[in-house]
């Protein structure tokens, strides 16, 4: 712990800003119910809701960053396996498997259903890495898309198991085996066994230890064998292969560990809404999660992080505040006669929220056009980008040298 | 020196299409030898590499490397079964640094498994610690130990044909096969991997060399075989091939 404390103090932000951005997440993660508690007055409630479905967020960017970012094989289907972990949580944690041709309902605790998921989805990941492997690029990114339709389609169809549209409702509430109450919730001073967690708080802290849990994991896995086994497939296959590196198993490995985060995201996703339905999990979800992860800095940890709560914030709550907004500036402003609808204008409320994705579509276009490897990028990145200047690298290393 | 195959090629016939590349070429590389292979451009001799890497298999013929068939073997197998190569055209993975590279080539020697690196267990950072050391002492090896961080594509030309040796070596082969390792030099860095090439051989590594440069050739090679039109056209010493008519006509044309 000293060395890494030692290590931060001594790197420069400027050159490498990771252990800065790192630093900052935690401590935004561990004091956002405070931050919640003052912005709202008292009832941080909904704010710690929004908290943990930016959370969902956030696993499934950290799993398609592993895909994309550190193996280099672009996938516009993750969605899918968000899918299966939230089916899968769905399907052994509620009263629907009775309701099915299997007529009897399994409720197996959510902590379980966590690691059980992420088996599901893992393996799915190999699944469906398996037919993509022998291709490339553009042609592996069709493919994924593909099964990214799939997979919501055939939760919608298959309806004697799936309930079709209609979802799945009703899941299992987490419960803790025992837990204790006291003052400081409002009870008695007891021990209370299955303890069943509705407090947003809860999800939130749950959350952040998924999130913890994987950002650790994977960055332990990017600095080892496998993650410079990717880095060398990203960069040129033929001669990863040539050097003994197994390019199958490298890459399909690749699609069950980014897989297997969904599966903790789906299955968080379903306990927390209780209800899972087809129309969650589609096409826009595999490319908010990409647009994420390139906004972020493809492959850097803590920028894919940054970029998924950025574009989370922009999405989900800059712009369906929009409308609001809009109305309230015009009245501040005097110009009242705006909020009213006339002729063709809709009034500025309603203009404001047809121009969302207008909106949404110009951050991005500006993001991209300022910084084009993305918020944080990792420095691999950051050289590919600046192919050209390089030339200063090199003059340093001949100072180091005569230095 | 012992005269132990360590490479038998057997009625080797590659084909693309109605091209045929390599046509019906056997040859042997004894252990501890450098042997060489030459020939004019498009004479097949990149595509016998990449038949015994495996990353083009060949259409019929055998390769024993140690007495055990690898032609077809994936060429992953092909580098963890102890032949590793270089390449005509520097393949280096250009966005990591000198040192990652090799640790990519110590990737089939290491032992963590999965499990090992997502919990950073003890074993493991121990291993990462040991391939570190060994990567370094590489470096040191090839003489460019002063580029260990920088990126690969930054380091002038020279200093990537020697990682690419270095990254080649790390995969700890007992068969290394150098795909024109002196292109574009200048006389003096000739000079020094012919030296190089002789202290891979002391430690052990049998070298399978494809070279343009005569010098280096005749200078270096205890054998050499001649390809042209992907046929075996002479096979001897240096001095035996030197003097081959066939080999002159296939070079400078026939006489008149």
């Not at chain 2, 195959?5 to 390599?22: E, P, Q």
């Amino acid at each position: 712990m000293r060395t890494w404390f030692r290590r931060v103090w001594e790197t420069d932000p400027r050159r490498d800003p990771n252990s800065v951005v790192y630093i900052l997440l935690a401590f935004f993660g561990l004091t956002f119910p405070i931050i919640a508690n003052v912005l709202s007055g008292g009832s941080p409630g909904f704010l710690l809701s929004v908290a943990g479905d930016a959370g969902v967020y956030l696993l499934l960017t950290l799993g398609l960053n592993v895909v994309v970012g550190m193996a280099g094989l672009l996938d516009l289907g993750y969605a899918a396996f968000f899918a299966i972990g939230a089916y899968t949580y769905a399907f052994i944690a509620s009263n629907h498997l009775a309701v099915t041709p299997l007529h009897t309902a399994l409720h197996v605790p959510f902590w379980i259903v966590l690691i059980i998921a992420l088996f599901v989805a893992a393996s799915f990941g190999v699944i469906l890495g398996a037919p993509t492997l022998r291709l490339r690029g553009d042609y592996l990114a069709i493919v994924t898309l593909g099964f990214g339709e799939i997979v919501p389609r055939v939760f919608k169809n298959a309806a004697t198991w799936t309930s079709g549209v209609n979802g799945i409702s009703a899941l299992d509430t987490p419960v803790l085996p025992f837990w204790i109450q006291g003052p400081w919730s409002g009870d008695r001073l007891e021990i209370v066994q299955n303890f069943k967690i509705f407090d947003p708080l809860a999800y939130y802290v749950i959350m952040l230890v998924l999130v913890v849990t994987c950002v650790v994991l994977v960055r332990n896995l990017q600095n080892s064998r496998m993650g410079r086994a990717w880095a060398a497939i990203r960069e040129d296959e033929v001669a990863a292969a040539a050097m003994g590196v197994n390019t199958v198993q490298a890459k399909l490995l690749a699609f069950a560990i980014g897989a297997a985060f969904s599966g903790f995201a789906g299955t968080f996703y379903g306990a927390k809404l209780s209800l899972v339905s087809p129309e969650n999990f589609g096409f826009s979800v595999s490319i908010t999660v990409l647009v994420m992860v390139v906004l972020g800095g493809m492959g850097n940890i803590p920028g894919v992080m940054a970029g998924s709560l950025l574009v989370y914030y922009v999405i989900f709550i800059l712009l369906p505040m929009l409308p609001d907004t809009a109305t309230s500036v015009a009245n501040a402003l005097g110009l009242s006669g705006l909020t009213q609808s006339s002729g063709d204008f809709p009034g500025i409320g309603e203009f404001a929220s047809r121009l969302k994705f207008l909106v949404f579509g110009l951050i991005l276009v500006v993001v991209m056009l300022v910084r084009p490897e993305g918020l944080l990028p990792s420095r691999e990145r950051q050289q590919e980008l600046k192919k050209g200047t390089h030339d200063d690298t090199i003059i340093e290393d001949v100072q180091a040298e005569v230095g | 020196m012992s005269e132990e195959t360590i490479l038998r090629l057997d009625h080797v016939v590659k084909r693309f299409g109605g091209l045929v590349a390599v046509n019906d070429v056997s040859f042997d590389v004894k252990k501890g030898e450098v042997f060489a292979l030459i020939g004019p451009n498009g004479a097949g001799k990149t595509t016998l590499f990449n038949g015994v890497t495996g990353l083009l298999p060949p259409t019929s013929g055998s390769v024993l490397f140690e007495g055990r068939e690898i032609a077809g073997t994936k060429p992953h197998k092909v580098a963890e079964l102890g032949i590793a190569r270089t390449f005509q055209n520097i393949r280096l993975f250009e966005y990591m640094t000198a040192l990652e590279n090799i640790l990519v080539g110590e990737h089939c020697r290491m032992r963590a498994k999965l499990w090992d690196s997502l919990f950073k267990l003890p074993r493991e950072r121990r291993e990462e610690q040991e391939v570190t050391e060994r990567a370094l002492e590489l470096l040191r090896f090839v003489g460019i130990e002063r580029w260990a961080n920088s990126y690969a594509r930054n380091l002038p030309y020279g200093g990537q044909r020697r990682l690419e040796i270095a990254r080649a070596l790390a995969t700890r082969p007992r068969l290394l096969l150098l795909d024109e390792p002196a292109a574009g030099f200048t006389p003096q860095e000739k000079v020094e991997l012919m030296r190089l090439v002789g202290k891979i051989l002391e430690s052990g590594v049998t070298v399978f060399l494809i070279e343009h440069d005569m010098k280096v050739v005749m200078g270096i090679s205890k054998r050499i075989v001649v390809l042209d039109h992907g046929e075996l056209i002479a096979e001897g010493t240096p001095d035996e091939v030197r003097n081959n008519p066939r080999v002159i006509e296939a070079y400078l044309g026939k006489q008149h």
